[in-house]
């Protein structure tokens, strides 16, 4: 049976009877596949992600009414869902091929770089709903004042966060029209190559927008007209961000193009991450023609992403923040952003590693002041013993219930709570917010 023409997903709306089936994890993007192919009018079901599980099978999940299954590059031609679409007549269509698709049939925006790009993209996205553009969007990560991962607009722009899905699959024989790499360093071989490619498939008359001295790009491959720009927040470069004032965390700065002044912006998220996340969304919409005063107005009202130094307000004296931070440069980010809004309150962190321990990870933990691990699926004898020359005395949970009673035991009204890492941890905040009150209750 033939998967839907996907000759225009972008602007046309399918049956509603066509019936979708997504494989692999939130990690890989597809949430935002979801958010996205539900708009459009799709019936969408999730199977379970490429991990093998049951001694090395994959449990099936198709549905039986299914006609077009999408799954993430991380997911193998052997899974139990791909086998049965092969053997069921089933279209496949890798998620790579589908931001393609989305990016050709409007004027694209691909953006790439993990954290850095991921707020980008929802920036440039949010700046053009604001200016009631009704852009197509496609994110890895929710922004709560869109509603989600994505939106099915019907104006001529598409914005998609790539990151994750670089290689020939997206780029094909064009590429998008404009492209913003940025947060890239310490990629891989491959990563690399895959954004050498992907900036050089930007054809004549597109926009590339890359940091200052970024390695990954080398002009002497692009086509004459393609229009390459950088950005930084320490140098002159096309686009700079100087007089960085900071109040409690959160900056106004004034941007400059071509060494003329741009525009000033007071930004309501916390972090000089924001601040270079917002000068590449004011970089791009400026290209796109937004009027200055809408991107001003739209980069002035962003209040984030999930999981991003989110605020997840209080319980009982305590203030919530969730981040998603892994990496050490970003817990050392997290970690110094509560200290400097919070002063001298005293910072639990609930940290759950993926891996083995890295001196700068155990670095960054060392400045706050109470820690708990929670670490179930890693040797915590190792953590512990490099924990133990911080000064800092790492307490061990393995599950939800056993860290909600270590914080009910410890924490006191006044205490910032810090939860960071990948999993379940994020559901702590829940957790506390679900004993609240309902009239309390809420993001």
């Given amino acids: 049976m033939d998967r839907p023409e996907l000759e225009s997903p972008a602007s046309v709306r399918p049956p509603r009877s066509i019936r979708t089936h997504l494989v692999g994890d939130d990690d890989s993007g597809l949430a935002g596949l979801a958010g996205w192919l539900k708009g459009e009018g ?11 599980v049951d001694q090395g099978h994959y449990p099936a999940s198709v549905p039986r009414s299914t006609r077009w299954l999408v799954y ?7 899974h139990s869902d791909r086998l049965i679409a092969r053997r069921e007549g089933i279209e496949e269509t890798s998620y790579p091929e589908v931001l393609r698709d989305v990016l050709s049939r409007r004027q694209g925006i691909a953006v790439a770089g993990r954290r850095q790009g991921r707020l980008t993209a929802a920036m440039i996205g949010w700046t053009l709903a604001h200016a009631g553009l009704d852009p197509t969007i496609l994110l ?19 914005v998609v ?23 890239v360093e310490g990629l891989g071989d491959r990563q690399a190559g895959a954004l050498q490619r992907l900036a050089a498939s930007v054809g004549p008359a597109g926009y590339v927008l890359t940091l200052a001295g970024d390695p990954a790009v080398d002009p002497a491959r692009f086509e004459a007209g393609t229009c390459v720009e950088s950005l930084s927040l320490d140098c002159e470069s096309s686009w700079w961000a100087a007089d960085l004032r900071d109040r409690e965390g959160r900056f106004r700065f004034r941007a400059f193009h071509q060494g003329r002044f741009a525009a000033e912006i007071q930004l309501c998220i916390p972090g000089e991450m924001g601040v270079l996340s917002a000068l590449a969304a004011l970089a791009v919409c400026v290209r796109l023609e937004v009027p200055i005063r809408a991107i001003k107005e739209a980069l002035e ?19 919530l923040i969730d981040d998603d931070s892994g990496e050490p440069a970003d817990v050392a980010q997290a970690i110094g952003l509560a200290r400097t809004i919070y002063g001298r309150r005293r910072i639990w962190t609930v940290f759950a590693p993926v891996g083995p321990p890295r ?7 060392g400045m706050c002041d109470k820690l708990v691990l929670w670490d179930a699926s890693v040797d915590s004898c190792d953590w512990a013993g490099m924990l133990e020359g911080t000064g800092v005395a790492a307490r061990r949970v393995e599950n939800l219930d056993e860290a909600l009673a270590e914080l009910d035991r410890h924490l006191e009204p006044g205490d910032v709570l810090l939860t960071l890492g990948a999993g379940e941890v ?7 917010i679900r004993r609240l009150p309902l009239h309390r209750q809420g993001r």
């Fill in 42 to 52: 799709y019936e969408v079901s999730r199977g379970p992600t490429g991990s093998r």
């Fill in 301 to 319: 009202d962003f209040e984030g992403m999930a999981r991003i130094f989110e605020s997840r307000g209080s319980y009982r004296g305590v203030t």
């Fill in 359 to 365: 001196k700068e990870t155990v670095a960054a933990l």
């Fill in 72 to 78: 993430a590059p991380s997911v193998p031609r052997e």
């Fill in 161 to 183: 966060d790539v990151t994750g899905a670089l290689h020939d699959a997206l780029i094909g024989d064009s590429g998008p029209e404009m492209a913003v790499i940025l947060d």
């Fill in 140 to 158: 890895r990560g929710v922004v709560p004042q869109l509603g989600g991962f994505a939106l099915a607009g019907r104006g001529p722009h598409a």
């Fill in 426 to 432: 994020e559901t702590i905040a829940d957790a506390f």
